[in-house]
């Protein structure tokens, strides 16, 4: 067994264990702290996995088997990068100091390339899930965005109302070139709005990919919840809030 590998642990969510035992566990079994741990199982709950950490090949399967006894999923993955490593933000005087690993960013530019033809007009795709390729202004952005009306027809109409909003293709060109150079960068807030925007249209884009991996969503959810916690701290939701949501409901 090599010595020098490193194992990330991978928490799964599911519909039946209380958030009040994932965070305990991960405060007693892998050693986060209070905030940490609620961080990492607000990312679970909301992007459906996260790697709580990077250990040795021992370590890894100590801490997963601390945490199957107790009923949570958990799986081992080999040269998983923990979430800190790939990307940080940080509140600063004048605006948000974010960090990108160069590896994990370069590794998105294939979705950045995809959105951004996308929002080409008449453009295609290849690569969803569907049989054919899709055109950008009737299919991807109705499947992309949510309806806003009940009326199918009266959300077409806001889509094409507010389409230039919407398939921005200055701005994730300005958000790619930030991204690809933040080593580190110092963001305004106006900015890391922009980037918030950019990372929920690739993970709205990634939900119709057909390569597109639980572990993908990690990353894109971590991003967001990052993000959102240095632009507005007081958005971090409370554990008894959360755990009114996963918590199942008492039986009748």
């Known amino acids: 067994m090599n010595s020098g590998e490193r194992w990330g642990v991978v928490v799964h969510n599911d519909d039946h264990t209380p958030f009040a035992v994932v965070h305990?566990?991960?405060?007693?079994?892998?050693?986060?702290?209070?905030?940490?741990?609620?961080?990492?199982?607000?990312?679970?709950?909301?992007?459906?996995?996260?790697?709580?950490?990077?250990y040795d090949r021992a370590t890894a399967e100590s801490v997963v088997l601390r945490l199957v006894r107790t009923g949570v999923r958990a799986t081992l993955r080999k040269d998983v990068l923990e979430n800190a490593e790939i990307f940080s933000a940080q509140r600063v005087d004048g605006g948000v100091r974010v960090?990108?690993?160069e590896q994990f960013a370069r590794g998105w530019e294939p979705a950045f390339q995809t959105l951004e033809t996308l929002y080409r007009r008449n453009s295609y795709v290849y690569g969803l899930r569907f049989p054919r390729p899709i055109r950008m202004r009737r299919a991807v952005l109705r499947k992309m965005f949510p309806d806003v009306s009940a009326s199918r027809w009266q959300s077409a109409l806001f889509r094409r109302r507010h389409r230039k909003t919407l398939a921005d293709r200055a701005l994730v060109d300005r958000v790619w070139e930030q991204w690809i150079n933040a080593d580190p960068l110092t963001l305004t807030?106006?900015?890391?709005?922009?980037?918030?925007v950019v990372i929920g249209q690739i993970r709205a884009l990634h939900l119709l990919a057909r390569k597109a991996t639980p572990m993908h969503f990690q990353a894109l959810g971590h991003i967001q919840y990052q993000l959102v916690l240095a632009i507005d701290p007081e958005a971090q939701p409370r554990q008894e809030d959360q755990s009114a949501v996963t918590e199942p409901?008492?039986?009748?």
């Open 189 to 196: 807030l106006d900015e890391a709005e922009d980037w918030l």
């Open 24 to 54: 305990h566990l991960l405060r007693t079994a892998c050693g986060l702290d209070t905030d940490d741990a609620l961080g990492m199982t607000t990312l679970i709950h909301q992007s459906g996995s996260a790697c709580i950490g990077s």
């Open 249 to 252: 409901l008492p039986a009748k």
């Open 99 to 101: 960090k990108v690993a």
